[in-house]
């Protein structure tokens, strides 16, 4: 069993920033890999981004240059830091490992 909590998100201006936080706890030992997905309003829930133990990452090419995932295994806990917002970015981002999932945050990027 693994438990992941989302923090980080809210309200930001176009071009603004924010950095999102996900600790996991429970049987962690057996993650590799952390991945963040989003859900816009209407839609299917996308990937934006994961993460390996090992410091492998990889991203959407919508988001690609302007989101920086990293991780702390000390702390066990996945970031995003997200740069260079735009309107079009705002949706419920979800962590997960294994098949756990978080229970979302919502970023809003609007002026």
Same mark, same amino acid.
């Given at each position: 069993q693994v438990q992941l +909590?989302?923090?980080? %998100?809210? !309200? +930001?201006q176009p071009g %603004?920033? !924010?950095?999102?936080?996900?600790?996991a706890s429970g049987s962690i030992l057996r993650i590799n890999v952390m991945s963040w997905y989003r859900q816009a309003?209407?839609?299917q829930r996308e990937?934006?981004?994961?993460?390996?133990?090992?410091g492998t990452t990889n991203y959407a090419d919508s988001?690609?240059?302007?989101?920086?995932?990293s991780r702390d295994n000390a702390k066990n806990?996945?970031?995003?830091?997200?740069?260079?917002?735009?309107p079009e970015d705002t949706?419920?981002?979800?962590?997960?490992?294994l098949k756990y999932w978080g229970q979302g945050t919502q970023v809003?990027?609007?002026s």
């Open positions: +909590v989302e923090s980080g %998100g809210g !309200l +930001v %603004g920033s !924010l950095r999102l936080s996900c600790a309003p209407g839609k990937w934006v981004a994961a993460a390996t133990s090992g988001v690609k240059g302007r989101f920086t995932i806990t996945v970031y995003l830091q997200m740069n260079s917002l735009k949706a419920v981002y979800y962590c997960t490992a809003t990027v609007s």
